[in-house]
């Protein structure tokens, strides 16, 4: 198990390339095995979920070759027979859960084990079940498995997320696509990872209205054709990349191959602590401003600000001139960095769920322990501004999502190395 062994307070320089978008790409590699020849998508990162989810694809048969070094996926599902996804991959990623809109949509039949719960608490699928069902399908759950069926055209009808839901979204989209004679989606996710699900779906074929919009209807076609995709690149690693350089003084930075229109309301939010920001066609150029202004944040679902840079706001924030608060409207309780941060001498104090933080403090070096994707990546935002010496341990965590960090980071002046732990 690997640590980040990092000292500081260290300003970063030079410019970071983002890399491929996790979030994005999933739903594209699930769309893939609806089609009757191989799609191939590009700017694929090198992450543990991309090759959980690819171990994920081939268990049903089909061919998943990865060229990692260029980036380029291509699914072939020609041969793909066994309808099932098993517990033991499903476990290490929800987002395998896709595989039962895929596997239904394409076959009328699917076996796919119940994700679980996460770090931060319990994080049902009743929503893709309950849609599935209005759809025409047949659900059941037994042993942790969804056994799904259903006949040749389900009849379709509408279905209301509530709350909005990402994962639902693309799962009955998937499912819809081949399979339902009209089926509308009310209150339908607009997060950009939807949005480029959908275009690139009816690229392959498919009838998808309201793309982009609140209400999605989707009339199902007999066929789709595999296609070649551009994956976007990462919304959530491009947040993280623009407060990471506004939290020391000194930082000046340029982030390269940005989606900038994926951003949402956040670059709006991001100027309002007073760091300079230039964006152009697919850069960002952030120069840290003297003091950081103390700027509160609600999360909402896109293009509100995303839960997914709560975390790195909120560690911002232990920097910032002043009081603040964060709330979570998405996870009510995604706050285990927290402690942590505090650790490394943050002042921060959660109320229900919403975190309440006073700067500036000067942090200084601790170990801290990674709990999450997003958790994790806000102590090392921390560790690279506090005095002296920290260890950020289990980064397994970050390895799911965030791709060659440290070599980005130590390319920008970071003074952070990657140690394997003794056991
Ligand atoms: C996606 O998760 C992202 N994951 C998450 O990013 C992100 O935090 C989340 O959307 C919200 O933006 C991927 O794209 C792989 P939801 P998802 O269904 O689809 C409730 C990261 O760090 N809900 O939109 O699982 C749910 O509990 C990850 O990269 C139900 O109640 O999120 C939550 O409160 C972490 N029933 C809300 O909806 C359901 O059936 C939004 O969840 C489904 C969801």
């Given at each position: 198990m690997d640590k980040f062994v990092i000292e500081g307070p260290t300003p970063l320089q030079g410019s970071i390339p983002i890399s491929g978008s996790k979030n994005a790409a999933l739903p594209l590699m699930a769309a893939a095995l609806l089609g009757d020849s191989p799609t191939t998508i590009t700017?694929?990162?090198?992450?543990r979920d991309i090759y959980t989810f690819n171990n994920v694809i081939r268990v049903t048969g089909c061919k998943v070759d990865f060229d990692e070094e260029d980036g380029i996926l291509t699914i072939d599902p020609k041969h793909l027979s066994h309808l099932e996804a098993p517990y033991e991959l499903v476990r290490k990623m929800?987002?395998?859960?896709?595989m039962l809109g895929a596997l239904l949509g394409k076959f009328g039949k699917a076996k796919v084990s119940l994700p679980g719960g996460c770090a931060w608490g319990p994080r049902p699928v009743d929503l893709h079940l309950d849609g599935m069902r209005e759809m025409g399908a047949d659900i059941t759950l037994d042993q942790g498995y969804v056994i799904a069926e259903a006949p040749e055209q389900m009849e379709g009808g509408t279905f209301t997320l509530e709350p909005s839901s990402v994962g639902a979204t693309v799962n009955l989209v998937l499912a819809s696509?081949?399979?339902?004679?009209e089926f509308t989606i009310k209150n339908a996710a607009r997060e950009p990872d939807v949005v480029l699900l959908c275009k690139k779906l009816v690229e392959m074929g498919a009838n998808i209205e309201?793309?982009?919009?609140q209400t999605l209807t989707i009339r199902g076609v007999d066929t789709l054709e595999g296609i070649a995709i551009r994956n976007a690149s990462d919304r959530i690693e491009t947040g993280t990349f623009m407060i990471a350089a506004a939290m020391h003084p000194q930082s000046n930075v340029t982030l390269t191959n940005?989606?900038?229109?994926?951003l949402g309301g956040f670059p709006e939010t991001f100027s309002k602590t007073g760091a300079d920001m230039t964006i152009n066609k697919d850069t960002i150029h952030i120069k840290a401003p003297e003091t950081i202004n103390p700027v509160s944040v609600k999360t909402e679902v896109y293009p509100g600000f995303p839960t997914d840079l709560q975390a790195q706001w909120s560690t911002m924030m232990t920097q910032a001139n002043g009081k603040s608060s964060v709330t979570d409207t998405i996870y009510y309780?995604?706050?285990?960095?927290v402690p942590e941060v505090v650790r490394l001498g943050g002042d921060m104090d959660v109320e229900e769920n919403t975190v309440h933080i006073e700067g500036k403090n000067q942090l200084k070096g601790a170990s801290v322990m990674s709990t999450d994707l997003r958790a994790s990546v806000s102590l090392v935002l921390a560790a690279m501004v506090a005095e002296g010496h920290s260890d950020v341990l289990r980064i397994y965590h970050l390895d799911r999502g965030y791709e060659d960090l440290e070599e980005k980071l130590t390319n920008v002046g970071a003074n952070i190395k990657r140690v394997a732990q003794e056991k």
């Open positions: 700017n694929i990162p090198k992450l929800r987002a395998s859960f896709y696509v081949l399979r339902a004679k309201g793309i982009g919009t940005v989606d900038v229109d994926d309780d995604r706050f285990s960095y």
